[in-house]
């Protein structure tokens, strides 16, 4: 197990992660896949920091997983203001803000 | 034995986020997440981050997924139609993106590095004494705001 | 000098003072008495001015003013040229002038008051434009009051305007000689790109001493003549002279007789020293001079309108003229330019006193007209027998001269064809004479002899029909300044000559009188026999169906040619850009949609760049 088999793994999760949020159609499913990608994140920073001998990647960490969390948290408000007030949660359909 | 554990874990990992994607059922999907969330928080362990291990399962397994899970019971978890928009595109943004990403893996330490990411003490002293004080009073701002507005947004009669 | 200045005063101020002051127009007679002073006085001031020249004592002299500054130093300047030709040819349109403005105060009396007051201002303004254009200094006044000249004509033909035939025929005459005037335009703008003057006796000099290139100079002459040929009816720009009748009688006599359409052959004969250097356009001008006299002539024959038989007639006559240019006999030309505006114009005021008295003019619908109406029938006689060149009219002095210079110049197939038209020349204006004065028929009604105002001009231009022989000497003499070089005189023509002439008349009244008189003949039943050539001459050799071709087909059809590229490849241009524009804008607006998955795959793709950018180091 070496750093670079950590990185290896984390851009794969990555990327399978942003496929998720490209391709799929349900709000939450994206969110999901957002969170798939956070967590390859941390991964890779907590490898850096492990391989050389510093904290600060942790704590660097810590405060992402605690943003990620609010972060969630306003997001399915949204979601669930979506369904409930345009009766949808496919993103195709939310697609208002534009001009 | 550890190479064993690690290779064991990623694939775990891997294989939850396979699920989240390609799960028609939301539920699934979650579970497909929480698999990946468990195995990061093990590659956590044995990269001797005990603390963020615990971190991890408590708050993302525990906090968010439960979170998403509620929200999929109110929302539903089915979509009618196709699963994808424009999935080739997707896989080819994805797959560039993990070519861009790779060129990163140079010039990186070969050998195994040393241990010591478990020094729980340090990292509070860090944290809360003496180099992230204020940003860590400025992130329990942020999550005061968060909960403000997800409970404004999320309110019956809308945020009007 | 000052004289000359009244030349042209006299109708310019009777224009202007009817033009200005409505109420002058509106009163009808007032009008017309005043510009009737104009031409007074015009005539005197031409007389006084000609008078030198006519004895041979007189010396060209020229007044100018500055009129442009030329870059490079150079000045266009304008003026009044007096020498012989211009004299003599001032005095001539002031004196036809004035009798046809005399004969019109009774010719034109039913007209309402303003309608008079309309006509005679015309008059008076087509007068000082004549004037101008036979004083003019140079080439570009030539142009100048040439144009001007061609704006009173158009006025006058369609003064009846409330008749559409009449709109129709003044604008025929007006674009016919248009396209006379482009060719005139372009010759000016040659002579002026290789010469630098417009002055009549700069260029003659100039060329003469070599100081201009020849080949410019004959390119400049040749556009000078295009122009000619319209005003002076040549073919294929005759068409507009028969129309043309649809004006008032006395308005033909005037424009279609005896000035404007002489106009052309005075610019030819004034520009003559330097037809020297042009043999091959000389040629030329011979040449359709010669088909002019011929076609005119023998569409005069079939005619049987009375006042169009003097259109056709005239057609001739400027051939003849035209033909005597080409031969190199400018004098000759001159002469019976002088010698036919008297007997054409008498002519046509007889025919004029005619339809005054029987309302018609088809010669088939009038006859017996002798009796009643003696001094017009004595003087359609004389203008009859002056145009035939009868010995010893007018006529045949001018005529033998130019029958003389066209055999003696080398030309001796022009020569025989212009023997046949004097033939026919007879022949036509016999059978009109005879139709409408004699014959077994007569009109309806009581025709009467016209009155005092009417006759006396008659009389007067009859007088010079019939002694205008005496002019013969004076002629080389009032040309001698002016043309010079003197184009070499060619000695008197032979006797052989007046005889040809004599017997081709005889023998063209015999024809006539035969047939129409003596009704020896039913020249109907030649008409049939004559069958594919009665067609042609009844279509007028289809000049004008010509002209309607190149019309519609060539000219409406390259319109609509550019109007279909207009239309496919310049519209169709800017219609393809827009319809570009519009596909490839629908296409750019689905970034725009809204939906923020789409939003991503950009930023994605920037990301990936960026970390390629950054990582790639």
């Known amino acids: 197990m070496s750093v670079a088999s950590v990185l290896w793994l984390a851009f794969a999760v990555f990327s399978v992660g942003l496929f998720g949020l490209l391709a799929r159609r349900h709000a939450i499913a994206a969110l999901l896949s957002i969170e798939l990608m956070f967590n390859a994140v941390n991964l890779a920073i907590v490898g850096l920091s492990w391989s050389r001998g510093i904290l600060s990647g942790v704590v660097l960490v810590l405060f992402a997983i605690a943003i990620t969390v609010a972060e969630i948290a306003v997001g399915l408000s949204l979601v669930l203001l979506a369904a409930r007030r345009a009766k949808t949660v496919v993103l195709d359909d939310l697609s208002e803000l534009r001009g | 034995m550890r190479d064993a554990a690690f290779w064991v874990l990623a694939a775990l990992m891997l294989g939850g986020a396979a699920v989240v994607v390609t799960a028609r059922s939301l539920v699934r999907a979650a579970f497909g997440l929480a698999a990946a969330l468990i195995a990061t928080a093990g590659i956590y362990l044995l990269l001797t981050a005990p603390l963020l291990a615990a971190v991890q399962i408590l708050l993302y397994t525990g906090g968010v997924l439960t979170l998403v899970v509620f929200a999929i019971v109110v929302v539903g978890g089915e979509v009618s139609g196709a699963m994808y928009r424009k999935p080739l595109a997707a896989a080819a943004l994805s797959a560039g993106t993990f070519i861009a990403l790779s060129s990163a893996v140079r010039g990186l330490p070969s050998r195994p590095p040393v241990a010591g990411l478990d020094a729980g003490a340090a990292i509070g002293v860090s944290l809360f004494v003496r180099d992230y004080a204020v940003p860590f009073e400025l992130l329990s701002v942020l999550l005061l705001a968060a909960v403000i507005g997800a409970l404004l947004l999320a309110r019956k009669d809308g945020p009007a | 000098m000052t004289a000359a200045f009244w030349v042209l005063g006299g109708p310019a101020a009777a224009f202007a003072a009817i033009a200005l002051v409505p109420p002058l127009r509106r009163s009808g007679r007032a009008a017309a008495y005043l510009a009737v002073a104009g031409s007074v006085v015009s005539l005197g001031a031409a007389l006084a001015l000609a008078a030198p020249f006519f004895l041979g004592t007189g010396v060209p002299s020229a007044v100018t003013a500055l009129w442009a500054p030329v870059a490079g130093g150079g000045a266009i300047r304008f003026g009044l040229l007096v020498d012989g030709l211009s004299a003599s040819m001032a005095a001539l349109v002031a004196l036809v002038a004035l009798l046809v403005q005399v004969y019109s105060l009774a010719y034109m009396d039913q007209e309402s008051k303003p309608a008079l007051g309309r006509y005679f201002a015309y008059h008076a303004l087509f007068a000082f434009a004549m004037q101008g254009l ?88 040749a556009g000078i003549y295009v122009g000619a040929m319209g005003k002076s009816a040549q073919v294929p720009l005759h068409v507009w002279l028969p129309d043309a009748m649809e004006g008032p009688t006395p308005v033909s006599a005037l424009i279609h007789a005896a000035t404007m359409v002489a106009a052309g052959v005075y610019l030819m004969v004034r520009v003559s020293p330097l037809l020297a250097y042009a043999p091959g356009l000389c040629a030329a001008i011979l040449a359709i001079g010669v088909t002019t006299a011929l076609l005119a002539g023998s569409l005069a024959i079939v005619e049987r309108d009375l006042k169009r038989v003097l259109a056709y007639s005239t057609v001739s006559q400027l051939g003849m003229m035209m033909a005597a240019i080409g031969a190199g006999a400018p004098q000759a030309a001159y002469f019976h330019l002088l010698t036919h505006a008297f007997f054409k114009a008498l002519l046509f005021l007889t025919a004029g006193s005619i339809l005054h008295a029987v309302h018609t003019g088809d010669l088939f619908g009038m006859g017996r007209l002798a009796r009643r109406m003696p001094v017009t029938a004595a003087c359609f006689a004389a203008g009859a027998l002056a145009l035939a060149g009868v010995a010893p009219t007018a006529g045949f002095f001018s005529k033998d001269e130019i029958l003389g210079a066209v055999l003696l110049g080398g030309h001796p197939i022009a020569f025989g064809l212009l023997v046949v038209n004097a033939a026919l020349t007879a022949f036509y204006i016999g059978r009109a004479f005879f139709l409408a004065m004699g014959g077994a028929f007569g009109p309806a009604g009581h025709p009467h002899e016209s009155p005092w105002l009417m006759t006396a001009p008659m009389i007067v231009l009859a007088a010079g029909a019939l002694l205008g022989g005496a002019l013969t000497p004076a002629v080389p003499r009032l040309l001698a300044a002016s043309i010079s070089p003197p184009v070499a005189e060619a000695g008197k023509p032979p006797m052989l000559v007046a005889a040809l002439g004599t017997l081709a008349a005889l023998a063209g009244f015999s024809a006539a009188w035969m047939g129409y008189q003596r009704r020896s003949f039913v020249p109907a039943r030649v008409h049939a026999a004559l069958g594919p050539l009665t067609t042609i001459l009844a279509r007028r050799y289809f000049v004008d169906d010509a002209f309607v071709f190149v019309y519609r087909r060539l000219y409406l059809g390259g319109s609509a040619a550019v109007g279909w590229f207009d239309r496919y490849v310049l519209d169709g241009a800017v219609n393809a850009l827009a319809w570009w524009t519009w596909l490839f804008a629908g296409r750019l607006r689905r970034l725009q949609n809204g939906r923020v998955q789409d939003a991503l795959y950009a930023l994605v793709a920037g990301v990936i760049l960026l970390a390629w950018l950054a990582l790639s180091r």
């Open chain 3, 134 to 221: 036979v004083l003019a200094h140079n080439l570009l006044q030539t142009y100048v009051f040439w144009e001007l000249v061609g704006l009173g004509s158009y006025l006058l033909i369609g003064f009846y305007w409330e008749k559409p035939e009449a709109g129709r025929a003044a604008l025929k005459a007006f674009w016919t000689t248009r396209i006379g005037d482009v060719g005139f335009a372009l010759g000016l703008l040659v002579l002026w790109g290789a010469t630098g003057t417009f002055v009549f006796t700069e260029l003659f000099a100039g060329t003469a001493d070599g100081t201009y290139a020849v080949a410019p100079i004959v390119l400049g002459l």
